[in-house]
């Protein structure tokens, strides 16, 4: 079964260290999108990509950046880790739009820690 | 810029009622609106998607709506059980330079108790 999978589950770092939260579809989506969770603020978009070699700046984009070099693959990276970038991340994934199957679906998510 | 907003915040029920979850939207322009569920410290499941040009959709117990002249959508559950707490978002999908974002709701905490 296709599936969108994330990993480290799980991620304690220091402030100021490089992450990368890594993302893996298998729908061959060509949208892909990572959020984040917190609570009183609910579900922001981070960054999104259209397909291969395309990315674009969400509603808390800061600190963060993407590369798309295959459809499969979306990497989030922090630049330099932040206290204030503690959260659950979650990727997604969608078909182009067009039709009816343009449904978002998630993945497990990503719970970091920055201390 | 588009606000979703979900009323109530949280809802308590006993085993067998009908319920409705609703959400509201600022931007009529969507492009669909989807409905999820998250149970505790897991990701988002797919509930039902209803595209723009759509009124509803059912899938088993549950049934939604979309009115998007008014900006609202409502979530229907038949018939709740226990296995149905946990909470349930809605997101508005934008069209045009938003096409395919979706913006959140706060979500809708229900507990359905034996």
């Known amino acids: 079964d296709a599936e969108i999978t994330q990993s480290p589950r799980h991620k304690i770092t220091e402030t100021g260290r490089q992450v990368t939260l890594a993302c893996h579809q298998t729908?061959?989506?060509?949208?892909m999108f990572w959020y984040r969770q917190d609570l009183g603020h609910g579900l922001r978009l981070i960054h999104y990509?259209?397909?291969?070699?395309?990315?674009n700046k969400g509603e808390v984009s800061d600190g963060y950046s993407v590369s798309r070099s295959n459809t499969e693959d979306l990497p989030l990276t922090l630049e330099s880790a932040a206290s204030s970038q503690t959260s659950v991340y979650f990727c997604?994934?969608?078909?182009?739009?067009?039709?009816?199957?343009?449904?978002?679906?998630f993945g497990p998510g990503t719970r970091l820690t920055v201390l | 810029k588009q606000e979703v907003t979900q009323i109530p915040a949280a809802l308590s029920v006993p085993e067998g009622e009908n319920l409705v979850l609703n959400c509201s939207f600022t931007?009529?322009?969507?492009?669909?609106l989807q409905w999820f569920r998250q149970d505790p410290g897991k990701g988002l499941t797919s509930l039902l998607l209803?595209?723009?040009?759509?009124r509803e959709q059912t899938s088993g117990r549950l049934n939604a709506s979309l009115d998007k002249s008014s900006g609202r959508s409502t979530l229907y559950i038949a018939a709740s059980q226990p296995g149905d707490s946990a909470t349930y978002l809605c997101?508005?999908?934008?069209?045009?330079?938003?096409?395919?974002?979706?913006?959140f709701g706060q979500g809708t905490i229900l507990t359905v108790h034996p």
């Open positions: 931007d009529s322009a969507i492009y669909n």
């Open positions: 990509s259209y397909g291969v070699h395309d990315t």
């Open positions: 997101a508005a999908g934008g069209r045009g330079t938003s096409y395919g974002k979706l913006t």
């Open positions: 997604a994934s969608s078909e182009l739009a067009g039709g009816p199957h343009n449904e978002q679906f």
């Open positions: 209803i595209q723009s040009s759509q």
């Open positions: 729908w061959n989506h060509n949208n």
